[in-house]
């Protein structure tokens, strides 16, 4: 019997210090790991293809795409095509070119897990090639003799100026919200400023592919886009736990 009481004795001792090696965590850490998804998003600009089937005078084309950097930064670029017709007082003109803008966004919308909304700001550098018709035109002339109700159209032909460059910069704000899975609905507006826009003496650059109107004597614009768009995800990136974040560091 005394041989049992000492086992018991031992077993339970043995016991006792293993527990006193293993104590209990009362505040286990979170083993879970936050991975948002990175990639491309890619679509198109919905404003320019409503406008043209609303107005016969306009046809126009955009791509938008962006591609994120970090948590919070975005490449982004639009790529573009423009052709409007406008009526002035005086004359009536075509412009018909091609755009390109490059920059970053900058998302400022804190997503719970799993979400990829954005409420974002960003600055664009833009460049547009292309060329203008002067389709027709009436001539000033102060005495009124002849045409007591308007100027006398002139009977030139039109007349085209190609090959007409212009950049500017842009800074824009906007938003883009997950619809249905990877499907993106976006919108921003935009204030663009001119950099370059040669001048001409015979016929201005009155309106430029990508910049919208220019506005006499003055060098900026503004314009806007509604895009929808799908995200292709290339990869997973661990971010850090927001509740992660608050903890203080050890040892302070």
Known sequence: ?????????????????????????????????????????????????????????????????????TQNLYLAAELGTEEKTIQEDLY??????SYLKVGVDNNTYENWYGEQNSIFYGARLGFASFGQTLNEYDIFNTNRYWSPDGFAPSNNPPREFSGRTASWLEVLFGTKVELFSNIFLGASV?????????????????FIPGFNKVTDGSRFGVGYNYSISY???????????PEEEKQPEEGL
């Open 1 to 69: 019997m005394s041989r049992f009481f000492t086992s018991f004795w031992a077993i339970l001792l043995a016991t006792s210090l293993f527990s006193q090696d293993n104590t209990i965590d009362l505040q286990p850490k979170d083993t879970l790991v936050y991975k948002q998804a990175y990639g491309l998003r890619a679509g198109v600009d919905l404003s320019r293809i409503v406008t043209g089937v609303l107005d016969e005078n306009y046809t126009g084309l955009e791509l938008v795409a962006d591609y994120r950097l």
């Open 92 to 97: 009536n003109f075509t412009t018909n070119g």
């Open 190 to 206: 935009r204030l663009g400023f001119l950099v370059t826009n040669p001048d001409t003496e015979t016929f201005p650059n009155l």
């Open 231 to 241: 995200f292709l995800p290339l990869y997973k990136k661990r971010n850090k736990n």
